[in-house]
């Protein structure tokens, strides 16, 4: 087969936890109401993983549509990168993946950068197939925040869902996958946090070591949103240059579903008009990781998302990092 340089995103696949929590249960929990929570975020309701789930079982889930509409057998899967911040085991969750879809011939790593994972997934999977080391790709991004949540905080514990949604990447003639760009701040890292806190546990003479647990997810909501609205716009534009694009040739923008007014004024910056914005956060929250492929999934299934749109995705979150991929749908 002659190395194709080029690339197509040709089937996605989705997946979310059965139970779900609405804006009237969650003020059961804390102060808050669904007026609130509603026009504040847009959010609804968010899906919820029982204990006995598993993030591999959901992303499992999740691929096995996606190698369905892609009409791949797992076994033609060449690399999958799960995206994701709340892996079942810290070591990685890739691998039980390949193993519970079959997939024995791929290799199989876990990618964190949060709300950007999938983004940051999509391009490495890019490089991958361009330099044609790897033809079929599975790209997951799946994460069960519940878990990580701190459900007495109501700044943050209205935001969160849980989901996986994954796509098929694949090595072609014409090229699909049309720019990016990619940018990490670390000097803001504390807006949105995750994070281990070590206690001293003394060991022998002179040696301890740091034995603790991760703390639930804290974050300045307003520093994130401004960080969001501002950023966002940009490595969209960014790509766009790049592909040689206009915002006009855009149809549909799909961003990280965090905030329905983040998605409105980002829209608005870049004079991109109401219609051609995704959303879904009403029904799913904020399932990090998962969010993008599990919008662009459902807006594929119910025929919204057309082969040949054009598609301007950006995630952006802890890290802090941003970063936008624009993209034709299908082959
Ligand atoms: O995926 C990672 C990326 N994360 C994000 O993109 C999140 C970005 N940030 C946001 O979406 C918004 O900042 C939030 C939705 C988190 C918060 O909305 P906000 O409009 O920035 O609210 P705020 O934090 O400025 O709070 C306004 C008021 C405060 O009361 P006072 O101090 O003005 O009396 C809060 O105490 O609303 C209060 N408040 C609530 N009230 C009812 C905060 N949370 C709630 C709540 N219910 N759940």
Request: a negative charge; glycine letters at 10%; hydrophobic letters at 45%.
């Amino acid at each position: 087969m002659p190395q194709l340089s080029g690339l197509a995103i040709i089937g996605s696949g989705s997946a979310v936890p059965p139970a779900y929590l609405d804006n009237a249960g969650l003020s059961q929990l804390v102060d808050t109401s669904d007026e609130w929570i509603s026009t504040r975020t847009g959010i609804r309701q968010r899906h919820l993983a029982a204990p006995e789930e598993s993030l591999c079982s959901l992303a499992a889930e999740a691929a096995r549509r996606a190698l369905e509409m892609a009409a791949l057998n797992a076994i033609d899967l060449d690399l999958i990168i799960l995206a994701t911040s709340t892996a079942d085991d810290l070591f990685g969750s890739a691998s039980k993946i390949q193993a519970e879809i079959g997939a024995t011939k791929a290799v199989a790593f876990d990618l964190t950068a949060a709300c950007s994972g999938f983004v940051f997934g999509m391009v490495t999977a890019a490089q991958y197939i361009r330099t044609g080391a790897y033809q079929n790709v599975l790209l997951i991004g799946a994460d069960i925040l519940s878990r990580w949540t701190d459900w007495s905080d109501r700044r943050t514990c209205i935001l969160f869902g849980d989901g996986a949604g994954a796509i098929v990447m694949q090595a072609a003639e014409s090229d699909q996958f049309l720019g990016f760009e990619l940018r990490s701040d670390g000097s803001q890292n504390d807006c949105l946090t995750l994070a281990f806190q070590p206690q001293p546990q003394p060991l022998t003479q002179g040696i301890s070591v740091g034995q603790g647990n991760f703390q639930p997810i804290q974050m300045n909501g307003q520093e994130v949103y401004r960080f969001a609205v501002k950023k966002v716009p940009e490595v969209i534009e960014k790509a766009l240059f790049r592909a040689s694009l206009t915002v006009e040739q855009v149809d549909w923008l799909l961003l990280h579903q965090a905030n329905q007014r983040i998605l409105d004024a980002v829209a608005e910056r870049l004079g991109i008009p109401e219609h051609k914005v995704v959303s879904n956060m009403g029904n799913y929250g904020n399932t990090d990781a998962a969010s993008i492929p599990l919008a662009l999934d459902q807006y594929v299934r119910s025929g919204q998302i057309q082969p040949g749109d054009v598609i301007a995705a950006a995630g952006f979150g802890a890290g802090l990092s941003w970063g936008s991929a624009l993209f034709r749908w299908g082959r």
